[in-house]
């Protein structure tokens, strides 16, 4: 059996889109979760109104978006859980009907997601290999990804030191230990809002510095040096040239005067 969960907070809109692509799913293979974190715009009376087609859930103030989601875990009962946050959503009625047979001897089930928001959307597909060159420029989506429970009794639920990337953390863990199983199927799972507070810039400087910090924590200063080359190899000329420019004070004094140019 499969654990959805999905977390929120005061997200009463979104909410509702995401509980619907999942009760509307033609299998019902599956145990839906629902951890709110104290919401006072309607979103509890929302899962209320839903309450027959919810196995669990809770609205009660919480300490972040990893603590809602490590509370979805420990209240899970299935063999693998999907985490679909609030504003996520399940693209097709069919799409757990589809995924349940990848989930019996993998890992990690590891599908394809459609980003919405900032006004265009666009579709991003797994690779077909999962490799520490991906992970050190991307990372897996987990709106997308299957995870086998006992993963989180083995390696530790998600790190609540982390306030951004601790999906990223805990993928990349797994892979760099290169003892599971992963899966990339050729599937489009779920729509992920590019909209929300992640968005925002301080959160993107926030999610560089936490994706530094979990390299740090999981891979060695050499292989860190070997996947930068990688990375650096598979630039474009121009963003090379603009790295090296910015390396020097002068260089990066004619970047920002062309910018204020434009």
């Known amino acids: 059996m499969l654990s959805i969960i999905t977390i929120n907070l005061n997200n009463r809109d979104g909410l509702r889109k995401t509980i619907e692509s999942v009760v509307s799913q033609t299998s019902r293979s599956f145990e839906y979760i629902v951890i709110d974190g104290g919401s006072v715009d309607g979103s509890k009376e929302l899962i209320e109104s839903y309450g027959s087609k919810i196995t669990y859930w809770q609205s009660k103030k919480d300490k972040g978006i990893y603590n809602a ?112 199983k992963v899966k990339a199927i050729e599937l489009l799972v779920a729509a992920h809002q590019r909209d929300g507070i992640s968005s925002l810039p301080k959160f993107q400087h926030l999610n560089k510095q936490e994706r530094k910090w979990a390299q740090k924590m999981h891979l060695s ?33 004619l970047l920002n005067l062309l910018k204020a140019l434009k």
């Open 221 to 253: 200063a050499k292989t860190r040096r070997t996947l930068a080359f990688h990375y650096w190899l598979q630039l474009p000329f121009k963003q090379k040239f603009t790295f090296l420019v910015r390396k020097t004070k002068a260089g990066n004094y």
């Open 69 to 180: 989601m490590n509370q979805g875990i420990e209240h899970a009962n299935g063999e693998y859980c999907l985490f679909l946050n609030s504003g996520d959503y399940l693209l097709k009625d069919a799409v757990i009907e589809s995924v349940l047979p990848y989930l019996i001897e993998w890992d990690l089930v590891c599908g394809n997601i459609l980003f919405e928001g900032l006004g265009d959307e666009i579709a991003e597909s797994i690779p077909p290999t999962i490799s520490l060159d991906f992970m050190y420029y991307a990372s897996l989506w987990h709106p997308a990804t299957f995870i086998r429970r006992s993963l989180f009794r083995q390696f530790g639920k998600y790190n609540e030191d982390f306030k951004i990337a601790a999906d990223y953390e805990f993928f990349l863990k797994l892979i760099a230990g290169g003892t599971i």
